[in-house]
């Protein structure tokens, strides 16, 4: 099998070599991303490989098919990037649903902790010999209440990390996960319940019509003065505007953001020597409560192999058999993941 790979990073390619060597699946490798303008460099392999940020809309899906591809595997769990309506019936869409979720939540907690204890700002003062503690106070996590929205494989692992801190935590999910509401430090609420008594709220749904600015002007004016926010699941979750004038006007206490609504342009890249043009980014990593990572939170060592195994062994089985049990359908109206033409 010959696979066009799209937006390779150098991170990706010792990982993909080692089982693409193992299993027969060639890659070449494109630094680029796929798109309308892109698609062409596919031509002549059975399927691409791509990433978050790669654009898999009706257009591109249209050239791929033109040029006989017959798969697109995606290298990582969220599929928003790509037109699962369009694609239904046309293409095949694979996917790696779980990989870290450790990874994830991990970093989720790395990131609140770096902003409450103010580690971020420890580390560059104590760098100049600065060993001054104003302006350093934080709070203690234990006993304070955590919202969760979101409690699949990476929310429910956040939530034990969180529990091993003690805090209490209000969940939230359009579909609760049966036996985790334990009456008592776990309990799934109504989302206004959640924004109402949260002290710190944690982004771990899918991005869909549905989530789509689930944080924005009026969740916010129900959270409480102070709250932490933090967003390690997709940009488009958080109305950034919205984020923003609630960090000015002190509502927002804190906020630890792995994405960020426009950052397909932006994140993974080093532009270091450049001005940057988006002003409402700029002004994020300008606020000193604020800390931005660039879609990082998947990558560990563990998290890059368990990625690579994922997606050659989704490519081999589904040359193998025309089937795949990590294979996105969306035959009932939503993207789901199918196995033996039966959707979950
Ligand atoms: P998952 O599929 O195991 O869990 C997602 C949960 O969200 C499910 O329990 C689902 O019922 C729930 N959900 C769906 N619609 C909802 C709605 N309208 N309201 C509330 N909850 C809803 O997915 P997993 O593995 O836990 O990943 C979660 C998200 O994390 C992914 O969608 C992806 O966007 C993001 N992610 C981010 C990474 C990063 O590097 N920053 C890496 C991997 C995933």
Redesign the pocket.
């Known amino acids: 099998m010959k696979i066009a790979f799209f937006d390779t990073k150098p991170y990706d390619k010792p990982s993909f070599e080692k089982f693409g060597a193992q299993y027969n699946v060639k890659f070449k490798y494109f630094e680029t991303k796929l798109n309308e303008d892109t698609a062409e460099l596919a031509h002549g392999f059975d399927g691409v490989c791509v990433f ?1 940020n790669d654009t898999v809309n009706a257009a591109v899906i249209d050239r791929l098919c033109a040029m006989g591809v017959k798969v697109v595997a995606l290298r ?3 599929f ?1 990037n790509v037109d699962m309506k369009y694609a239904f019936g046309k293409i095949h869409v694979l996917r790696v ?3 870290s ?1 450790y ?2 939540a991990e ?1 989720t907690m790395a990131m609140l902790l770096t902003s409450i204890r103010r580690i971020h700002k420890a580390y560059i003062r104590t760098r100049d010999f600065n060993f001054s503690l104003n302006g350093m106070t934080g709070f203690d996590l234990h006993g304070k209440t955590v919202g969760v ?8 692992v956040f939530i034990d990390i969180c529990r091993g801190f003690g805090m209490k935590v209000l969940a ?4 609760p ?1 049966e036996g985790l509401d334990n009456g008592d430090t776990i309990r799934y609420v109504p ?1 206004e319940e959640l924004f109402y008594n949260s002290d710190i709220i944690s982004l ?5 019509d ?2 789509k600015h ?1 944080i924005n002007e009026n969740s916010l004016a129900k959270c409480k003065r102070g709250v932490v926010l933090l967003n ?3 940009g488009g979750l958080v109305d950034t505007e919205a984020l923003l004038a609630g960090i000015k006007s002190r509502k927002v206490g804190a906020a630890c953001l ?2 960020y609504e426009e950052e397909s342009d932006i994140f993974f890249e080093d532009y270091s020597g450049h001005i940057i043009e988006d002003d409402t980014l700029a002004r994020l990593i300008s606020m000193p409560n604020v800390i931005v990572s660039s ?5 560990t060592e563990e998290a890059l192999s368990n990625i690579a195994q994922t997606t050659v062994e989704n490519i081999t089985g589904f040359f193998a058999t025309g089937q795949c049990a990590n294979e996105l359908c969306y035959r009932h109206g939503a993207a789901a993941d199918c196995k033996d033409g039966k959707c979950f």
């Open positions: 978050v990582c769990a969220g928003n649903p779980a990989y979720p990874a994830v970093h929205i979101g409690t699949g494989r990476i929310g429910r939230y999910d359009k579909f996960y989302l771990h749904c899918p991005l869909t549905d989530t689930i390690t699941s997709r792995d994405v879609h990082q939170a998947f990558l």
